[in-house]
Every structure is written in structure tokens, then in C-alpha cells.
């Protein structure tokens, strides 16, 4: 082995290793990670559309049980109404 090359760590290192620790390096995200991502983004955002379109179909269709429902009533009270005045006529 050479003089003065020692296989163990030397300070200097450790010293080197402290000073990046402070001023943290961006870490570079492969590409085939940030391109999967961007899928996912996409078929969330498409899942998030989709939902927002079924719950507002579901509105509709309640609305529209609520009128149907509202003008069935008013029919049965119209109706209501019309039978107890033309009671059980008396057989002669």
C-alpha cells in the first residue's frame, strides 16, 4: 500500500459531507417517474370529472322525483276532494 493513502474516511470528508448537509442539493427526478405522475394527475383529474358529472345527473333526477311526486299529491288531493262530495248514493 502506498504512504499516506489510508482506506479509512478523513476528516476532510467529513467536513465536505457537513457543508453539502447545509445547503441542500435539488434532487433530479427521472424522467419515467415525473412522466407516471403526470398520468396519474390526468386520471384523477378525468375520475374527479367523471364523479362531478354523476352527482349532478343524481340532482337532476331528484329534482325531478321531487316534481313528479309534488304533482301526484296535488292530484290525489284534487281527486281527494272530488270523492267525499259524491258519497254512497242510497239504493231506491
Request: no cysteine.
Amino acid at each position: 500500500m502506498a504512504k499516506g493513502k489510508s482506506k479509512k474516511p478523513g476528516k476532510a470528508r467529513k467536513i465536505e459531507t457537513a457543508v453539502t448537509a447545509e445547503a441542500p442539493k435539488t434532487v433530479a427526478i427521472p424522467r419515467g417517474v415525473r412522466k407516471h405522475l403526470k398520468q396519474l394527475e390526468g386520471q384523477l383529474e378525468g375520475a374527479a370529472r367523471k364523479e362531478h358529472k354523476r352527482l349532478q345527473q343524481l340532482e337532476r333526477a331528484r329534482q325531478r322525483r321531487q316534481l313528479t311526486e309534488l304533482a301526484l299529491d296535488k292530484l290525489r288531493g284534487a281527486a281527494s276532494e272530488q270523492a267525499p262530495a259524491d258519497p254512497k248514493k242510497p239504493a231506491d
